[in-house]
């Protein structure tokens, strides 16, 4: 099983702080917001990639998952992988 995270990290030393799940129902909409390609789309679809996640496209997300997550302090990145 793929999960789907938003992966928060400190811009002082790096350290991930925490993730956000995302809803497999989401993926679309992820995409979308992202910006990715076909191909991107595919390989994120399995599990593969990592993607940096820019302020605008930060609050796109939190409006589509209901969660307000963004801070000046932080990096954001998109990620997926096998459980």
């Given at each position: 099983?793929?999960?789907?995270?938003?992966?928060?990290?400190?811009?002082?030393?790096?350290?991930?702080?925490?993730?956000?799940?995302?809803?497999?129902?989401?993926?679309?909409?992820?995409?979308?917001?992202?910006?990715?390609?076909?191909?991107?789309?595919?390989?994120?679809?399995?599990?593969?990639?990592?993607?940096?996640?820019?302020?605008?496209?930060?609050?796109?997300?939190?409006?589509?998952?209901?969660?307000?997550?963004?801070?000046?302090?932080?990096?954001?990145?998109?990620?997926?992988?096998e459980i």
């Amino acid at each position: 099983m793929i999960i789907y995270t938003i992966d928060a990290y400190s811009k002082t030393d790096e350290d991930l702080l925490f993730e956000i799940e995302i809803p497999h129902q989401n993926l679309n909409d992820l995409c979308m917001i992202m910006e990715m390609n076909a191909e991107d789309r595919s390989d994120f679809s399995h599990g593969i990639g990592v993607y940096n996640i820019n302020e605008h496209q930060a609050h796109l997300l939190e409006i589509l998952l209901g969660r307000t997550f963004y801070s000046d302090d932080l990096t954001f990145q998109l990620s997926g992988g096998e459980i």
